[in-house]
């Protein structure tokens, strides 16, 4: 069972900006993606815009950009947010850890098949990738399919 607990607060405003993907599971819909990027951003309507950017096969591949929205449905619980991006199809982005000063952060769902580790910089730090891994490992997260997704350098 996968302990699913996710972050009692979230600033969203602290939150918005550019996140770059340190690791995920596998999945469709990032197929082949490498160097990804999520930014976010609040929209007039109170939602949230959120553009994911990648390159396929290698960091001069061809370029991949999906535009998203995301909501949180429910105010008493701020780490769990709902995602689209496809018309009104929503999955769960749950925060389950988050730093302090909004440096990193361990996304997942209600489901165990999706799993992101996403950091302010292209690179992390080896000592809080490996403290992140521990942390999922206690949730109870398999982390042997885990991807580490290459990014620019600095």
Do not use: C
Not at 82 to 109: A, I, N, R, T
Request: charged share 30%; proline share 5%.
């Amino acid at each position: 069972m996968i302990d699913q607990t996710t972050v009692k607060e979230l600033d969203l405003n602290r939150y918005m900006g550019t996140w770059y993907e340190i690791a995920r599971f596998p999945h469709s819909f990032e197929k082949d993606l490498v160097g990804v990027t999520a930014t976010y951003s609040l929209r007039d309507d109170g939602k949230i815009s959120v553009v994911n950017e990648g390159y396929k096969y290698t960091l001069d591949g061809e370029q991949s950009k999906a535009v998203g929205k995301a909501k949180i449905p429910d105010k008493t619980e701020p780490g769990r947010l709902k995602v689209s991006f496809f018309w009104f199809f929503y999955g769960d982005y749950y925060v389950l850890e988050l730093d302090p000063d909004y440096q990193y952060v361990m996304l997942g769902s209600s489901s165990d098949k999706y799993f992101w580790i996403l950091s302010r910089t292209p690179q992390m730090a080896p000592d809080v990738y490996e403290m992140l891994l521990e942390k999922a490992r206690k949730r109870g997260y398999n982390l042997e399919r885990l991807y580490k997704v290459p990014q620019r350098m600095n």
